[in-house]
């Protein structure tokens, strides 16, 4: 997009000499962002990833549950209706 409103688009071979400027610029601040986060300890993550694989096997065994309720009870209004 053209910075001043008289300025004339740029041509695809200014904007592909650009590409290396632009992408040095992302890079230094994608480096400066690494910088400033906060990473979780190994005992923070082992902990987190013990709570999601409990949650995801909690999960399974309640939509099993229900999964077996709902076909006992469709097999015993089939078995109404076809009789």
Do not use: C, H
């Amino acid at each position: 997009m053209p910075e001043s409103k008289d300025e004339q688009p740029k041509s695809f071979l200014e904007r592909v000499q650009q590409w290396p400027a632009i992408t040095r610029e992302y890079v230094d601040g994608l480096r400066t962002e690494m910088k400033r986060v906060t990473w979780p300890t190994k005992k923070q993550v082992q902990s987190t990833t013990a709570v999601v694989i409990l949650t995801v096997f909690g999960f399974a065994a309640y939509f099993k549950v229900v999964d077996e309720i709902l076909v006992r009870a469709l097999n015993g209004v089939q078995k109404t209706f076809t009789k």
